[in-house]
């Protein structure tokens, strides 16, 4: 199973556009990426989810290059309340309960 | 998502009782899953289902025990609760994207529990 690496924790301010990569240098053909947001005390919530090149949706942007080894996930102009841990995770669909959530990265979106 | 349910939300037990924590859910998924979450720390699966007759175990197995009673509900028992599992449980449900083979996780609310 692919493993990612993704920052601890990144600081922002209201209103910026944050960037936060994943590194999966093992990623498999089959393999997906999908990012998942998760508030204290709370089950971690799907953001988005991409094969490759980039995808929107109402929350965020999903950029995959065309070597796959990495992704980064685009929240624009963020507030406050998206301050919360984000989960970069890479598995074989069709796998189910295969996923590996890791650390996470920790934002904190200060005023 | 309220479409997943778990119960009870919190929970203190002793050193070498069972307990069972439940969950519900009425997204219609045929896979559930059971994670524990320890301060600091990502998600740990403990057991997974694809379906009422199907059980697998997780990373994290040792110490704990399922049920998958129907579709809809997946029960997750500590056959004699020890300090070391104190944690966030959380449950999930998941259905393939039709025609796209993706899978998305959809969690429950979570259900803290200490050992004492």
């Known amino acids: 199973l692919a493993k990612t690496t993704q920052p601890i924790s990144m600081d922002s301010y209201e209103g910026q556009e944050v960037n936060i990569t994943c590194s999966h240098n093992?990623?498999?053909?089959?393999?997906?990426i999908t990012w998942y947001q998760q508030f204290p005390s709370q089950g971690p919530r799907f953001i988005i989810q991409?094969?490759?090149t980039k995808v929107t949706n109402e929350v965020a942007s999903l950029f995959i290059p065309a070597d796959r080894k990495s992704s980064t996930l685009s929240l624009p102009r963020v507030s406050l309340s998206d301050t919360a841990v984000y989960y970069c995770?890479?598995?074989?669909?069709?796998?189910?309960?295969?996923?590996?959530f890791g650390q996470g990265t920790e934002l904190s979106v200060k005023p | 998502d309220a479409d997943v349910t778990q119960t009870p939300r919190n929970r203190i037990t002793k050193t070498g009782k069972r307990i069972m924590l439940e969950c519900s859910q009425t997204?219609?998924?045929?896979?559930m899953y059971w994670y524990r979450q320890d301060p600091g720390l990502g998600l740990r699966l403990i057991y997974y289902?694809?379906?009422?007759?199907?059980?697998n175990k997780g990373e994290i197995s040792d110490g704990y025990s399922v049920s998958r009673q129907a579709q809809a509900k997946f029960s997750l028992s500590l056959e004699s609760a020890i300090p070391n599992q104190t944690a966030l449980y959380f449950c999930?449900?998941?259905?393939?994207?039709?025609?796209?083979?993706?899978?998305?996780?959809?969690f429950g609310p979570g259900t803290r529990l200490l050992v004492l």
């Open positions: 999930a449900t998941s259905d393939l994207t039709p025609g796209q083979g993706q899978e998305t996780q959809y």
């Open positions: 995770l890479v598995g074989l669909y069709n796998q189910g309960g295969k996923l590996i």
């Open positions: 997204k219609g998924h045929d896979r």
């Open positions: 289902s694809f379906d009422v007759k199907d059980i």
């Open positions: 991409g094969y490759k």
């Open positions: 093992n990623i498999a053909t089959n393999d997906y």
